[in-house]
């Protein structure tokens, strides 16, 4: 049955912490691959039919045309598998040849996603939440793709909403995880729907607070300023490699001093680092478990707050916070890093 093979393939991928699925058509068959830490790892093999077969019923379920095989599709679509719901994307595409490929997202759940995010050094958590329960402000963080910070600022919105009903609004490109407490939009360039666009609409809704996927030009950042200017708290990812790169990228976006020190109330910049395992003299492989699956990877912050961070706005000091760098240095000086990943991720 097909309906079983869609299901196990998805609960197989999810259970592997898989986010995305591709099925692709391959000389002799189809070919899917898992998306495993930015790589894709073949999977397994199947027959064209098979192939066919499988997408025909993913578009399907996603209220995609069925009968289209020559134009790019998306659609979505929940799948509840053993009393387990996922959020599933879909996009396809067709090759020279018509056969059509399949990338499936598997976004996030709320549910399997409800423990605390995890740091090397708990005080950093602790800084992190006091920021969260401000009233307004803006907060930003940095970090490379991948580095978990769309995950730490979910959480912490997570753990702020629990004890008072606040509105949260995110806006982001596209979603990245499934969460029904929180309004969630999204960008659509095709619509002209730009994150200005977004913050503009959400700020009529009065929320308490706002999440923005990224501040990538003036005009969202204007708005991110306005917006914490008018009472609510704003909290978004910017492209900078550490604190004091935040301060640069905000200055190229015409931002003056004077409007950040009105607003900005914490920089953090995050690496999620995998830690060292003595028995594997590495990291734990993806097959070992001596050190627990939700622990083999933990954050390391660089946290700019408070009187440090008004020393900076004035001028750059990095002696008066703990910089990556120095973070660093401490988790490999405890044990839980290698020289190798402490050279792998300093900057220099
Ligand atoms: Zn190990």
Redesign the pocket.
């Given at each position: 049955m097909i309906e079983q093979e869609a299901e196990q393939l998805i609960t197989q991928a999810n259970d592997a912490g898989v986010s995305d699925i591709h099925l692709l058509p391959g000389e002799n068959g189809y070919e899917s691959f898992f998306r495993i830490n930015g790589a894709l790892n073949l999977f397994d093999k199947h027959s064209f039919e098979w192939g066919k077969r499988l997408i025909s019923y993913f578009k399907f379920l996603a209220n995609m045309d069925v009968g289209e095989r020559r134009k790019p599709q998306s659609g979505s679509c929940a799948l509840t598998v053993a009393g387990n719901t996922m959020e599933l994307r879909f996009s396809t595409i067709t090759n020279v040849k018509l056969y059509e490929s399949l990338v499936i997202r598997i976004l996030k759940q709320s549910r399997t996603n409800g423990a605390s995010f995890r740091t090397y050094f708990p005080k950093n958590q602790t800084i992190l939440r006091q920021l969260v329960r401000r009233k307004s402000g803006l907060i930003l963080f940095s970090g490379p793709v991948g580095s978990g910070k769309t995950t730490t600022i979910y959480q912490l919105l997570r753990e702020r909403i629990q004890d008072e009903p606040l509105q949260v609004i995110t806006m982001e490109d596209p979603v990245e995880i499934y969460e029904p407490r929180f309004l969630q939009t999204e960008v659509n360039l095709r619509s002209q729907v730009t994150y200005d666009v977004l913050i503009k609409a959400s700020l009529r809704h009065h929320p308490d607070i706002l999440m923005i996927g990224e501040i990538r030009d003036e005009e969202t950042a204007r708005m991110a300023i306005r917006g914490a200017l008018t009472g609510h708290l704003m909290i978004a990812t910017i492209h900078a490699k550490n604190a004091i790169g935040v301060l640069g990228r905000l200055q190229e976006l015409q931002i003056t001093s004077q409007q950040l020190s009105q607003t900005l109330i914490g920089i953090i910049s995050q690496r999620l680092i995998p830690r060292y395992?003595e028995?594997?003299d590495?990291?734990?492989?993806q097959h070992?478990?001596?050190?627990p699956k939700d622990l083999q990877r933990l954050a390391l912050l660089e946290i700019l707050h408070g009187s440090a961070l008004e020393l900076n706005l004035q001028r750059p000091n990095t002696d008066s916070y703990q910089t990556l760098n120095k973070e660093l240095r401490r988790a490999w000086s405890l044990g839980f890093i290698n020289e190798k990943a402490f050279t792998h991720y300093e900057l220099v």
């Open positions: 395992c028995l594997c590495h990291q734990c492989s070992c478990s001596h050190i």
